[in-house]
C-alpha cells in the first residue's frame, strides 16, 4: 500500500518561507501525477497545488499563484511546495496526494493517496 510522508512545517512570521516535502513509500514505480492540498480548522480541504509526472504541467490556486511553486524530483520521488510570502491565511494542515494517472488534477477526488498532512502556521 502506498504511503506519504510530508515534511517541512512549520511556524513562521508573516512573509517568510517553507518548503514542505513528500516522499512516498511502498511502490514508487508507478508515474503518478502529485498535488498538493491544505485544510485551515472549521474549513473545507481546498486545492493548492498540483503536478504531472513528467512535471511540465501544473497548476495553482489562485490563492498562492505566483507566491507557491510546486516542482517534483522523481529520481528522489520527491514532490516539493515552495511556500514564499506567507500570510497567516496561509495557515492551515498542508496534505501530499497523489492519483494513479500522468495527468496533474485540481480536485480532491480525483486522488487515491493522501499523507496525514503537515501543518504550517504563519503569524502576523
Known amino acids: 500500500q502506498v504511503q506519504l510522508v510530508e515534511s517541512g512545517g512549520g511556524l513562521v512570521q508573516t512573509g517568510g518561507s517553507l518548503r514542505l516535502s513528500c516522499a512516498p513509500s511502498?511502490?514508487?514505480?508507478?508515474?503518478?501525477?502529485m498535488g498538493w492540498f491544505r485544510q485551515a480548522p472549521g474549513k473545507e480541504r481546498e486545492f493548492v497545488a498540483t503536478?504531472?509526472?513528467?512535471?511540465?504541467?501544473?497548476s495553482y490556486a489562485n490563492s498562492v499563484k505566483g507566491r507557491f511553486t510546486i516542482s517534483r524530483d522523481n529520481a528522489k520521488n520527491t514532490v516539493y511546495l515552495q511556500m514564499n510570502s506567507l500570510k497567516p491565511e496561509d495557515t492551515a494542515v498542508y496534505y501530499c496526494?497523489?492519483?494513479?494517472?500522468?495527468?496533474?488534477?485540481?480536485?480532491?477526488?480525483?486522488?487515491?493517496?493522501w499523507g496525514q498532512g503537515t501543518q504550517v502556521t504563519v503569524s502576523s
Open positions: 503536478i504531472s509526472w513528467s512535471g511540465i504541467n501544473t
Open positions: 511502498g511502490r514508487t514505480l508507478s508515474r503518478n501525477a
Open positions: 496526494s497523489s492519483r494513479r494517472s500522468i495527468a496533474a488534477a485540481t480536485i480532491s477526488t480525483a486522488y487515491d493517496y
